[in-house]
């Protein structure tokens, strides 16, 4: 007779635990490859007018997609891009980031190929993402004595060599489904 061992089952997160824009590439290779252009490093778009919008979503079992209606939801890295319009805004800046960034690497180096400009563009995006994290968000929502007393200040110059990859990165359940929703009240209940 077979013994079943039971555990703490706890949720699966869609996205890594690192600041590495995966948000915006997904955490999957399969996810990955399908946002991608595969020419000059770019990401897809949807083109409306003169905007590029996020590519629509055509999977069948997504719940806002109605071909017949020609009704899409939009692609990106994390499946709650659709969840609300500021998130959706978010996704759409950093794919028009890196889109802008993959042109530009683009010119100034000819000899690159799609797969180099992609990786560079991302870790750019990536590089903004934690710099906007830990200069401007993490101090306005932890305050000064926090980031002082963790050490989460970036350094002025040079490198940090404080990184132990021994360390679980990862979010509790615990805290990710009752500490971290306090973001949600940062989402504004009206927009213009």
Known sequence: ??????????????????????NVYASEDDEARELRTFRGGRLKVTQVGDKDLLPLNTDM???????????FCFKAGDARVNEQVELTTMHTMWM?????????????????????????????????MQHITYNEWLPIVLGSYFMQNYSLHPLA????????????????????????????????????
């Open 157 to 192: 110059t040079g490198y940090s060599y404080q990184y132990d990859p021994s360390i679980n990165p990862s979010v509790t359940n615990a805290f990710s489904t009752a500490a971290l929703r306090f973001g949600h009240t940062l989402i504004q209940g009206f927009l213009q």
């Open 61 to 71: 079992m997504d719940e806002c997609t109605d071909p017949q209606k020609n009704l």
């Open 96 to 128: 028009r980031e890196h889109n802008r960034i993959a042109d530009h690497l683009s010119k100034i180096n000819p000899y690159w190929n799609d797969e180099v400009i992609y990786q560079e563009a991302r870790r750019i995006v990536a590089a903004e």
């Open 1 to 22: 007779m077979a013994v079943i061992q039971y555990s703490v089952l706890d949720q699966m997160d869609q996205i890594t635990h690192f600041i590495d824009a995966s």
